[in-house]
């Protein structure tokens, strides 16, 4: 069964303190992970999409990594604004025809 | 404007009553999907529709049905709706090709008493 855990469940940082959300995975075969923010009461916002093992984008100050079995989202001095809760999706070939499989997210917060 | 839209952005309705949730989209995506989420639990998707010919039930299909209007119109409904239907639920759009990214509205709050 295809299966997505993301961890921790919440992160408090402080302004300028670098961490990382985790997102590990299992899937038959990978075709995309992806990554949102969601603020409270709101849609996610999509970030990132992650292909293959290896891949690594950046956005300000996120860097996304992937590798067979988990993917990363690291937080570079953080600010405030940067909290919100951090999804992580994966998309397998075949089966549900390639729908999302969502973790439960990480929630961040990020105090001044 | 928003490239996907929901309506209402709130709803406050009784146990029993017929409810529906519309969506467009202006992204002239193909595919088209509802979630409901609830905390602790995530995105789960309830139905999920690749063309206007084509709709399919996703995990939690059952107290839901949809119609897909038009290519960029699609909508939820509850027939009889019951308190744990109460959630937060989102319409996604998504093209064909590649993995498929799916852009989200800002959702429907949902509360059945």
């Known amino acids: 069964e295809d299966q997505v855990t993301q961890s921790p469940e919440a992160l408090r940082l402080q302004e300028g303190e670098s961490s990382s959300l985790n997102c590990s995975y299992t899937v038959s075969g990978l075709r995309g992970l992806f990554w949102y923010r969601q603020d409270p009461g709101k849609g996610p916002e999509f970030l990132f999409t992650?292909?293959?093992a290896g891949e690594e984008k950046e956005k300000e100050r996120l860097k996304a990594t992937l590798t067979k079995k988990e993917s990363f989202l690291h937080i570079t001095a953080p600010k405030p604004e940067d909290s919100a809760t951090y999804l992580c999706a994966v998309q397998a070939y075949g089966g549900s025809q390639g729908n999302l499989i969502f973790g439960k997210g990480t929630k961040l917060s990020v105090k001044p | 404007d928003a490239d996907v839209t929901q309506t209402p952005r709130n709803r406050i309705t009784k146990t029993g009553k017929r409810i529906m949730l519309e969506c467009s989209q202006t992204?002239?995506?193909?595919?088209m999907y509802w979630y409901r989420q609830d905390p602790g639990l995530g995105l789960r998707l309830i139905y999920y529709s690749f063309d206007v010919k084509d709709i399919n039930k996703g995990e939690i299909s059952d107290g839901y049905s949809v119609s897909r209007q038009a290519q960029a119109k699609f909508s939820l409904s509850l027939e009889s709706a019951i308190p744990n239907q109460t959630a937060l639920y989102f319409c996604?759009?998504?093209?064909?090709?590649?993995?498929?990214?799916?852009?989200f509205g800002p959702g429907t709050r949902l509360t059945v008493l």
């Open positions: 992204k002239g995506h193909d595919r």
């Open positions: 992650l292909y293959s």
């Open positions: 996604a759009t998504s093209d064909l090709g590649g993995a498929d990214t799916q852009y």
